[in-house]
């Protein structure tokens, strides 16, 4: 699996007893330029978000609140993971599937993106993904 596609991203935590501050800094904490911020909230818990690929797009999703699953797909295998930390983020590049579900009741997923909204990026179908890796990795 493609693990310069994704993995974790940890921030840091400033804690002291009036509860934990964590922060990120554009430049520094995540490699991409943070061009746009959106966040899923009011999720009902047997929702189904996602469920597709981006063409040029870079992510990185974080459980603000509660937590919720993530799979990520390269096209060759899936891998799952749950978050749940505020500090923990899930760096998704470019052309990797992505599927999020079982949202906690109150979860809130905020996501940092590279680029603007454009739904010309989206790759919603399975099979064409699964066409253009191939022919990417022809
Ligand atoms: P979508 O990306 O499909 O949601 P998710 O991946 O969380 O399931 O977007 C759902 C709708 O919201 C779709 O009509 C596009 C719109 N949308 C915007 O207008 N701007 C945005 O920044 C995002 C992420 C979505």
Redesign the pocket.
């Known amino acids: 699996m493609n693990s310069q596609k994704f993995h974790f991203i940890d921030l840091p935590r400033i804690h002291d007893p009036r509860g934990d501050l964590t922060f990120i800094e554009g430049g520094r904490h995540v490699p991409f330029h943070i061009a746009?911020v959106?966040y899923?909230y009011n999720v009902p818990v047997d929702a189904?978000?996602?469920?597709?690929a981006h063409r040029n797009l870079h992510q990185v999703i974080f459980a603000i609140s509660g937590s919720f699953r993530i799979v990520v797909d390269d096209g060759r295998e899936r891998q799952e993971f749950w978050l749940r930390d505020p500090r923990k983020g899930l760096y998704v590049g470019n052309m990797i599937w992505h599927e999020?579900d079982s949202f906690s009741q109150g979860a809130v997923a905020m996501?940092l993106?590279s680029g603007?909204?454009d739904?010309t990026d989206?790759i919603?179908d399975y099979d064409e993904f699964l066409q253009l890796v191939r022919k990417g990795m022809a």
């Not at 189904?48 to 597709?52: A, D, K, S």
Request: proline residues 0%; charged residues 30%; without cysteine.
């Open positions: 746009r959106y899923l189904e978000r996602g469920g597709h999020m996501v993106a603007s909204y739904e989206y919603r």
